[in-house]
């Protein structure tokens, strides 16, 4: 049978009794982290190459700091610090920074460094170092070697935790701490690995495009929805003035971190929204595949500073990463194609030609005449690349792909058709 991981964040509830321990080894996981960083700038220096983690792991594995975590929760630090390498390294973008430091910075009042010392890292814990104590929602994450009584001594973190409600913790594969600075304690991010068990809604296909003016539309046989991401982009503007207002002299102020950490959060939540409805509404319509074009690609052009800077804010991985798992758990199978020529080319007749997007949102056919939203078009076209036959939306000339119906997304209520104007719902 099918599986997946699903991570659920559990509430610490002895947090003032584990913090401690929770905080010694944050800053061991830290101090691990700038030691093997420090190592793998000095090759790159000597030899113009980054070791890769197996070379990391032997390098390291003697080195005090290695010993400040269980011997799996370092590792897991040296296998983030080598993808992280990685993927500087693989970039061809100029603007790209490698790895640095993990530190902290504190300042008085007049500006002037009082000191420094590591952030709190998050720590993760696998299989062999975590016990699961089922009965008094309890768990037993074992301690690295320099902060027990002695290295051989079976000491641990005893963690209390409240799971969220109707949720069971078990297949854990790994248990992350998380340190959340705005609420001033730790959290549990547990992964667990889980069944897909539901049966397949139906046999439609649908597909889905995705843009950055609207972060997704799609389109069914019989219908088609257009999510506009004007939330996305009040929240954008907004909480970037307030970060760049409050930017202290010396770094971030606490209101500048702030505004960034609610973006993220209004980030993570809107599309979290947006992907469950979409999968909803494939449920609705007895979606068995969903189609979903790969814009995969794109980033590696260039696109001048103003396109550059767009693209950088569209996180079309993170929604489709997002919609797979939705919809599988769902029972909805997912495919990703590849979305070359799906907006220049007609969903009714076939005819591809790239003048015929007239202006934003609108295209018109140069040989059949049909008028269709260009994202619903796109989107159409996607959809049809798994169909022997490629049959077009119904009245397609003035219904659904013309006028399709415009989900926009409400703060406390989610998401939901627009008002409808004159007794005409669009």
């Known amino acids: 049978m099918e599986t997946t991981h699903r991570t659920h964040i559990c509430r610490l509830?002895?947090?003032?009794?584990?913090?401690?321990a929770l905080d010694t080894h944050a800053w061991s996981a830290s101090t691990l982290w700038n030691v093997a960083n420090y190592h793998a700038q000095q090759v790159w220096d000597d030899t113009g190459e980054i070791?890769?983690?197996a070379a990391l792991k032997h390098e390291l594995k003697d080195h005090p700091t290695y010993n400040g975590l269980h011997s799996q929760s370092s590792q897991n630090v040296l296998e983030e610090l080598s993808e992280a390498d990685s993927s500087w390294f693989g970039s061809d973008d100029d603007r790209d920074n490698p790895p640095g430091y993990r530190k902290q910075n504190y300042y008085d009042a007049e500006g002037n460094r009082v000191h420094e010392e590591h952030p709190r890292s998050t720590v993760t814990w696998k299989p062999s170092a975590i016990r699961h104590d089922?009965?008094?929602n309890r768990f037993r994450l074992s301690k690295g070697a320099n902060h027990k009584s002695s290295p051989r001594a079976h000491e641990y973190i005893l963690a209390e935790y409240d799971a969220p409600p109707e949720v069971t913790l078990e297949n854990i594969q790994q248990i992350r701490a998380v340190w959340q600075s705005r609420k001033g304690r730790w959290e549990l991010h547990v992964v667990c690995e889980h069944e897909l068990a539901a049966e397949s809604p139906g046999d439609t296909v649908a597909g889905v495009d995705l843009g950055i003016c609207n972060p997704a539309t799609v389109a069914f046989p019989d219908d088609a929805v257009v999510y506009p991401g004007n939330r996305l982009r009040e929240d954008k503007h907004y909480f970037t003035r307030e970060e760049y207002q409050t930017e202290g002299g010396d770094g971030p102020s606490q209101k500048a971190e702030w505004a960034r950490e609610k973006l993220s959060r209004r980030k993570t939540q809107f599309l979290h929204a947006l992907t469950r409805d979409i999968v909803e509404r494939c449920v609705s319509h007895e979606v068995g595949t969903l189609v979903i074009g790969d814009p995969s690609g794109v980033d590696e052009a260039e696109w001048g500073r103003h396109g550059n800077k767009r693209l950088d804010n569209w996180a079309y991985k993170r929604t489709m990463n997002l919609l797979d798992y939705k919809a599988r758990d769902r029972g909805i199978e997912m495919e990703r194609r590849d979305e070359r020529g799906t907006s220049s080319t007609c969903s009714v007749c076939g005819f591809e030609d790239g003048e015929c997007r007239v202006e934003r949102g609108l295209w018109k056919?140069?040989?059949?005449?049909?008028v269709a939203h260009g994202d619903v078009n796109g989107a159409d076209n996607i959809r049809q690349k798994t169909l022997p036959v490629t049959p077009p939306l119904e009245d397609s000339s003035n219904g659904c792909v013309a006028q399709p119906r415009i989900i926009q997304c409400d703060q406390t209520r989610g998401f939901e058709p627009r008002d409808s104007v004159d007794g005409v719902t669009p």
């Open 51 to 53: 070791p890769d983690e």
């Open 365 to 370: 056919c140069g040989r059949c005449g049909v």
């Open 13 to 20: 509830s002895n947090h003032s009794q584990v913090k401690e």
């Open 134 to 136: 089922t009965d008094n």
